[in-house]
């Protein structure tokens, strides 16, 4: 069932976005060559809990880390570990916060240090496909015109969508209804209504489409082991649009 949110959950909901993008803050002061993702890790679950929330994902489903840290090939899901970042790699840092029983979920693509022209390109037209299907949200336009947005965006680039991975309404759960494809049919799915909350995140590989799950049971990566970014705001339908809640 989709869900509609009150004024009370909504501001809720903006304290937990922005304690994420506060993380987010950090990751970005400090991804470079020889930073591990471990310590990236323990600093936003720092961040997190100092301004008195939870993170999302520690113990979610045994989930044992408070971030994702995808690199590279890896598309969602990797866990933090203590080897280096190196010069050239691309890092997907997928937070979650939960504040007072509501939360907050952004995901970001970080370069450390030099990157290729191909994953400076993947990047771009992720982060920008965001926008693009961000900017179909208002109401009483269907879900299925975001998801056609985003995914025309992103393989006119050449680039491809793995389906089996989505977006999601968010609020008290971590998860909620509606699932959010990024790919889709104009003029299908639900109806946005006021209120709503939900995470749009394109989720994008250079190469094919498909994907593989490590024996960790959690590890995503591209099945052909191309790079792959990760890209995801928490926002809320309002009157004219929406709103952005994982700012600051």
């Known amino acids: ?64 880390y408070a971030v994702c840290a995808s690199v590279n090939k890896t598309l969602v899901h990797g866990f933090p570990n203590h080897k280096p970042l190196v010069d050239g790699d691309i890092v997907s840092i997928d937070i979650g916060a939960n504040y007072k029983g509501y939360h907050g979920d952004s995901a970001w693509t970080y370069p450390v240090g030099e990157i290729s022209d191909e994953a400076k390109k993947l990047l771009e037209v992720t982060k920008n496909s965001l926008f693009v299907g961000l900017s179909k949200i208002q109401p009483g336009v269907h879900l299925g015109d975001v998801s056609y947005a985003i995914g025309e965006y992103v393989t006119s680039f050449g680039f491809s969508l793995p389906i089996e991975y989505s977006g999601h309404g968010i609020g008290s759960a971590l998860h909620e209804d509606p699932s959010i494809p990024n790919i889709g049919t104009p003029g299908t799915g639900p109806l946005l209504k006021v209120g709503m909350t939900l995470a749009i995140e394109p989720m994008v590989h250079v190469g094919k489409p498909q994907t593989i799950t490590l024996v960790d049971g959690w590890t995503v990566n591209t099945k052909d082991g191309s790079l792959s970014a990760h890209f995801e705001h928490t926002v809320v339908v309002s009157d004219n649009g929406y709103e952005i809640l994982t700012t600051l």
């Open 1 to 64: 069932m989709i869900t509609t949110k009150s004024q009370r959950e909504i501001q809720l909901m903006r304290e937990a976005g922005r304690i994420v993008a506060l993380a987010h803050q950090t990751v970005a002061s400090m991804v470079a060559p020889g930073v591990t993702t471990k310590q990236i890790n323990d600093a936003v679950e720092r961040v997190i809990i100092e301004n008195n929330a939870t993170p999302s994902f520690k113990g979610y489903g045994g989930f044992p």
